[in-house]
């Protein structure tokens, strides 16, 4: 069993803090484009090509869904999570190819304690992945509601 990670345990600070890697195939982009997000770019290489993106990419909205799970299993499901208001920011850099090894770094920008609800804290995280050449794919500042260890006495 992992040990627990409380609200009091983050800092907001310049620091990163790796949370692993993940990747996509182009059955798995085509995939999801074609469920959620069907333009040309994501379902056809040939269209990706001739497209800005430059070749078959994932959809944003997928490379932001697998952030948020890379974010949930290395580091969420360590804590007493409450769940999230949102997501403040989400900017898509580059493009998301095939079999691309998206690597998944945090820090926290922001912390406090909820005023109406003195149990759990409120972090702002900026998230950001990037590709295997060290090129940003995707930013994101996410909200999220983390459970104190002192059960509301911080």
Not at 40 to 68: N, Y
Not at 137 to 146: H, P, Y
Request: net charge negative.
């Amino acid at each position: 069993m992992n040990t627990l990670i409380y609200f009091e345990d983050f800092t907001v600070d310049e620091n990163w803090h790796s949370i692993g890697e993940f990747s996509s195939t182009k059955d798995q982009i085509i995939s999801f484009a074609s469920l959620y997000d069907p333009q040309p770019m994501h379902l056809d290489e040939a269209a990706g090509k001739a497209s800005l993106l430059g070749g078959l990419a994932s959809s944003g909205w997928q490379t932001g869904a697998l952030l948020i799970k890379q974010m949930v299993e290395q580091l969420l499901t360590n804590t007493i999570n409450y769940g999230s208001p949102g997501v403040k920011e989400a900017h898509w850099l580059a493009p998301f190819f095939p079999d691309d090894r998206l690597s998944v770094r945090y820090k926290v920008l922001s912390k406090r304690v909820s005023q109406s609800k003195p149990h759990m804290g409120i972090i702002d995280f900026f998230i950001e992945a990037t590709n295997q050449d060290n090129i940003k794919v995707m930013t994101m500042i996410s909200t999220q509601f983390i459970g104190l260890q002192a059960g509301g006495q911080s």
